[in-house]
Structure formats: structure tokens, C-alpha cells
């Protein structure tokens, strides 16, 4: 009898660890298929998109020269711009960036959106002490930018928009 009742046990614990692996095995399959196409920055040309990917040096002679002012925020452009700090590797900066594309047709001479990919760009990922990504600056023409974290509903981004026009 208590043979059989550890067998049953034993039984009843694969069967229920067989069912968690499978269950396991569906919810990540359905997880793939949820994924947003992505371009990186390197298969894209400037004539295909408003956005501009930037590096270090562009960076420091465009949009804030950070060794010049390590103290405070100087920006450089004359319209107000967006700054995606991302990674080609990253969902939810995957589902940011039509989002951000969006955007920079909609404010097209209005606004400037840039991008700068976290995995190229250490330094510049290191000054603006991002740990998480997606990270945006939001940065207005004249003041302080505004930072923000993950992939923002489109309604957030409108609003964080509005108060740096």
C-alpha cells in the first residue's frame, strides 16, 4: 500500500511538472509572436527616416557639450528635441521607436528626435547615468530637460512634448 501511494505521488508530480514545462513552452511562443519589428540604427539611412542616430562626438557638437559643462545642461540646438537612449536588443525600445518615428514626422522642423544606442555609445550612456532603458530626454529649447523611463504610452509622450515646445 505505501508503495503504491509513492508511486501515485511521484505519478502526480511529474504529471504536474510535465504540465508547467508545456505551459511554460506556449506562453513563450505567444511571447514571440507579441514582438514589434526593429530596425537598428545601421540598416537605416538618413533618407528613410526623421530620426537621427547619434554618437559621441556628434553629440558634444550638436546637442550639449558635456565636457565644456559638466555642471550644468547647455543645449546646443535651436529647436526642441528628444533624445531615445536604446538598445537594438531591447522590446520595449523595439515598441518605442515607431512610436518616436511617429513623432518626428509629426514635428517635422519643429522638433528633433534623436537616438543614441546605449551599446555604442558607453560614454554618453555613463554621463547621462542610464540604467534602465528606453530612457528620454526631453529637451527644451531654453531650460531644463525632462527625463523619462520605459516605453511611454503615445499620450505621455504627446503631454512630455507639449511642456518642452
Known amino acids: 500500500m505505501k508503495i503504491k501511494a509513492e508511486v501515485k505521488s511521484a505519478f502526480i508530480a511529474g504529471a ?3 504540465f ?3 505551459a511554460g513552452y506556449n506562453f513563450s511562443k505567444e511571447a514571440k509572436a507579441e514582438t ?6 545601421s540598416s ?6 526623421s530620426i537621427k542616430y547619434v554618437n ?8 550639449f557639450d558635456y565636457s565644456a559643462s559638466p555642471n550644468k545642461f547647455v543645449y546646443k ?3 526642441p528635441a528628444i533624445v531615445d537612449f536604446y538598445a537594438d536588443w531591447c522590446g520595449p525600445c523595439r515598441q518605442l521607436s515607431p512610436k518616436l518615428e511617429e513623432v518626428a514626422k509629426k514635428y517635422k522642423g519643429k522638433l528633433i528626435v534623436y537616438k543614441v544606442n546605449i551599446d555604442n555609445e558607453t560614454e554618453l550612456a555613463r554621463i547621462f547615468g542610464v540604467r534602465s ?3 528620454c530626454l526631453f529637451i527644451p529649447k531654453n531650460g531644463t530637460p525632462i527625463q523619462t523611463m520605459g516605453n511611454l504610452p503615445m499620450n505621455e509622450i504627446e503631454k512630455t512634448i507639449a511642456q518642452i515646445m
Open 16 to 18: 504536474s511538472l510535465l
Open 20 to 22: 508547467l514545462v508545456l
Open 36 to 41: 514589434v519589428p526593429f530596425q537598428s540604427a
Open 44 to 49: 537605416l539611412s538618413s533618407e528613410d527616416s
Open 56 to 63: 559621441a562626438d556628434y553629440f558634444r557638437k550638436n546637442i
Open 77 to 79: 540646438g535651436d529647436k
Open 133 to 135: 532603458i528606453p530612457m
